[in-house]
């Protein structure tokens, strides 16, 4: 039986299997396990394909847009320290935050009974 669906975007969203919620979905950085090694649940066949990354960028803006126009206004750095800040800050961010992303996404999809591959 499948769990409802905030429970299964909670469970992936912490990167674990959406059906058990004890299992680990990814075995490398982004690369999901074929099954959960707890309940068995088939997740390798899942595309998530642009949304994980779509929603990294959106959390992403954001977080930065706000900051980096916070700083400005009231330390006025120069412009090459917030430019090279807000790149470095967006890489390690997008690295952080896009693994949770998928996690978010396979979970969906597990739940949906989706594979990223459908045709309508
Ligand atoms: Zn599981």
């Given at each position: ?46 595309r998530t394909d642009d949304f994980a990354p779509w929603l990294t960028i ?47 996404c ?10 990223g591959?459908?045709?309508?």
């Amino acid at each position: 039986m499948r769990p409802p669906l905030w429970r299964a975007l909670w469970r992936g969203l912490r990167k674990r299997c959406p059906g058990c919620g004890a299992g680990r979905i990814y075995k490398r950085y982004l690369k999901p396990v074929s099954a959960c090694a707890n309940c068995g649940a088939a997740l390798g066949h899942i595309r998530t394909d642009d949304f994980a990354p779509w929603l990294t960028i959106l959390i992403l803006g954001h977080i930065l847009v706000p900051l980096l126009g916070t700083i400005d206004y009231f330390f006025t750095p120069p412009l090459w320290l917030i430019l090279l800040s807000a790149v470095a800050l967006g890489a390690i961010l997008a690295l952080a935050v896009l693994p949770h992303a998928k996690g978010l996404c396979l979970g969906m999809m597990w739940v949906l009974g989706l594979r990223g591959d459908e045709q309508h």
